[in-house]
């Protein structure tokens, strides 16, 4: 069945500095969506991509996702406080219209 | 509109008891999903529904069982409930086709 793998798990760093998780799907892709989820809260929606080698930015965010719609990324410039929680990219099934998450990267943030 | 609500936000079992949790959604969409969330592991498919009357499973659908009489309501019952079921779970619904899920704020269950 599909199967969506993100790395890294983890991820600590320094206020200021970059940062960037991969999304890898086993299948390809209709769309990709990616998700926030700040902690002791829920997944909440951040953006869609649909076009194969489509790039999306949302403030200091860069969303990709690869030639052929099996692979995504999103970075953020210059992290702050407030990027730190769970990302995770999620696959959509055109058959199925199943959405299947990622393990999620779990961002921290020193000041 | 409240969106996704799901009731109760936490709930303690003893094993082999059973219960339900209730999700409920006023935006009048079609699709409707269970998912629980461990740590390392994600979120992992329950069950899901693309309209009334239509159920399917996901990644990780035994132990658990849906249904679907109306569109507003997708409630997921546990018949015999295991340790292993400790998790936090999240229920979503979307509109059909490829659009963004609205989450509830979830139900953390705990199981003993």
């Known amino acids: 069945g599909q199967q969506v793998m993100q790395i890294p798990q983890y991820q600590h760093v320094q206020e200021g500095e970059d940062f960037t998780t991969y999304c890898n799907s086993s299948?390809?892709?209709?769309?990709i969506q990616w998700y926030k989820q700040r902690p002791g809260g829920h997944p909440v929606f951040l953006i869609q991509?649909?076009?194969?080698?489509e790039v999306k930015k949302q403030k200091r965010l860069t969303f990709q996702f690869g030639e052929a719609k099996k692979n995504s990324s999103l970075h953020i410039t210059a992290t702050q406080t407030t990027d730190v929680g769970t990302y995770f990219c999620?696959?959509?099934?055109?058959?199925?219209?199943?959405?299947?998450f990622g393990q999620g990267t779990t961002l921290q943030v020193k000041p | 509109n409240a969106g996704v609500t799901q009731t109760p936000k936490f709930q303690v079992l003893k094993t082999g008891q059973s219960m339900t949790l209730q999700c409920a959604q006023d935006?009048?969409?079609?699709?409707m999903s269970w998912y629980r969330q461990d740590p390392g592991m994600g979120l992992r498919l329950i069950h899901y529904s693309v309209g009334a009357g239509i159920t399917d499973q996901g990644e990780v659908p035994n132990g658990y069982n849906v249904s679907r009489s109306t569109t507003e309501d997708f409630p997921l019952r546990l018949l015999s409930a295991a340790p292993s079921q400790t998790s936090v779970y999240f229920c979503?619904?979307?509109?059909?086709?490829?659009?963004?899920?609205?989450f509830g704020q979830g139900t953390r269950l705990t199981v003993v």
């Open positions: 935006m009048n969409h079609e699709y």
């Open positions: 979503a619904s979307n509109q059909q086709g490829s659009t963004e899920a609205f």
């Open positions: 991509l649909v076009k194969s080698g």
């Open positions: 299948t390809t892709l209709s769309n």
């Open positions: 999620a696959g959509r099934s055109s058959n199925t219209g199943k959405l299947i």
